[in-house]
């Protein structure tokens, strides 16, 4: 039995028989489901008691929006992390969520499997999507920068050192920590530190922001 503490999990959708099956099966798959929700308003109430690692947010909740529930979750707590999971593939949705704060974006089509591994992966901080979008996000933000790139002209970033500036290189081309750590031969852990000490000198929340930054700032190249 492992003594690291289980992922706990919250669940939002507006479909009963989805969030409780999702539920049931996260639950069986080791993780420590504290609730679920059927709304925006009852996300935003719940999670402020439970404080869930990560939320699974459903963006069709009726006549409220996952966009909105996430955008206010992110805001109030900044250490939970938002993994969308929702039927829609829409491009225009997928760029929504991410600018809401998502720290990940899963279709509902995805596999048992694919869903637990994205849990895993979004409570360890990784950026998580369906296969097609990763490419989706950074493209936007590419295209962000370019629009913008006159207007930050001049402006002094925050002093990173080498092996930080490493770390964000690799995060900004899409590797997850484990595979940064293997690439720099660095432990796990220390990879984690130097992306915890990059993102308090950036002011930023996740790793997505961090390859929005790289992009802007041309650091996503070879």
Do not use: C
Not at 32 to 53: K, M, S, Y
Request: aromatic letters at 2%; hydrophobic letters at 45%.
């Amino acid at each position: 039995m492992s003594d690291e503490p289980r992922i706990s999990v919250m669940v939002v959708d507006d479909h009963p028989i989805w969030r409780d099956g999702v539920a049931r099966d996260l639950t069986e798959h080791g993780f420590d489901v504290r609730a679920t929700a059927p709304d925006a308003e009852a996300a935003l109430r719940i999670a402020r008691t439970v404080q869930p690692d990560v939320v699974l947010m459903d963006l069709n909740l009726g006549s409220t929006s996952g966009v909105d529930a996430t955008r206010e979750i992110t805001a109030a707590l900044p250490s939970t992390k938002v993994l969308v999971l929702s039927a829609s593939g829409e491009h225009k949705d997928v760029l929504e969520a991410v600018k809401a704060g998502a720290s990940g974006y899963l279709v509902k089509s995805a596999s048992a499997v694919e869903l637990v591994d994205a849990v895993h992966r979004t409570a360890a901080g990784d950026p998580v999507f369906t296969a097609g979008l990763a490419g989706l996000v950074l493209g936007e933000y590419r295209r962000m920068a370019d629009a913008s790139a006159e207007g930050a002209a001049g402006a002094e970033p925050p002093r990173l050192t080498e092996r930080e500036t490493d770390v964000l290189r690799l995060v900004a081309k899409g590797l997850t920590a484990r595979q940064i750590a293997e690439r720099l031969v660095l432990s796990h852990r220390t990879v984690e530190n130097h992306v915890q000490s990059t993102l308090r000198k950036l002011q930023l929340h996740n790793r997505v922001e961090l390859a929005r930054y790289a992009i802007e700032h041309g650091l996503d190249g070879e």
